[in-house]
């Protein structure tokens, strides 16, 4: 069994940051890609950013490449987002998830096998 808990979100400026952690429970931490995606009122969820097993190889959506880090660590069996310089576009619930499938750091949502409940972020003009 794979859980999956974000936390992080909130209520911020537009320009502000936040940083949004997944923890998550599996036996075996290492051997997942991790991503994390969100989804906006209307719109259908997204890619945001994967991070492969071993933190080395890393892919981000062209919308937030610059101002958005994935990182992970497994020891703490913890991947993070760093948001920077946010927008109000940016405004959604953020959802993170495990791939045991995927040999990279996948943007297919197919790819991923666990999701968490998701934290709203929301940036205000």
């Known amino acids: 069994q794979v859980q999956l808990e974000e936390s992080g979100g909130g209520l911020v400026q537009a320009g502000g940051s936040l940083r949004l952690s997944c923890a998550v429970s599996v036996r075996t931490f290492s051997g997942y890609a991790l991503g994390w995606f969100r989804q906006a009122p209307g719109k259908e969820r997204e890619f945001v950013a994967a991070?492969?097993?071993?933190?080395?190889?890393?892919n981000y959506a062209d919308s937030v490449k610059g101002r958005f880090t994935i990182s992970r660590d497994n020891a703490k069996n913890t991947v993070y987002l760093q948001i920077n310089s946010l927008k109000p576009d940016d405004t959604a619930v953020y959802y993170c998830?495990?791939?045991?499938?995927?040999?990279?750091?996948?943007?297919?949502?197919?790819?991923?096998?666990?999701w968490g409940q998701g934290t709203q972020v929301t940036v205000s003009s």
């Open positions: 991070v492969t097993w071993s933190g080395r190889g890393t």
């Open positions: 998830a495990a791939s045991l499938r995927a040999t990279y750091a996948s943007a297919t949502y197919y790819d991923y096998d666990y």
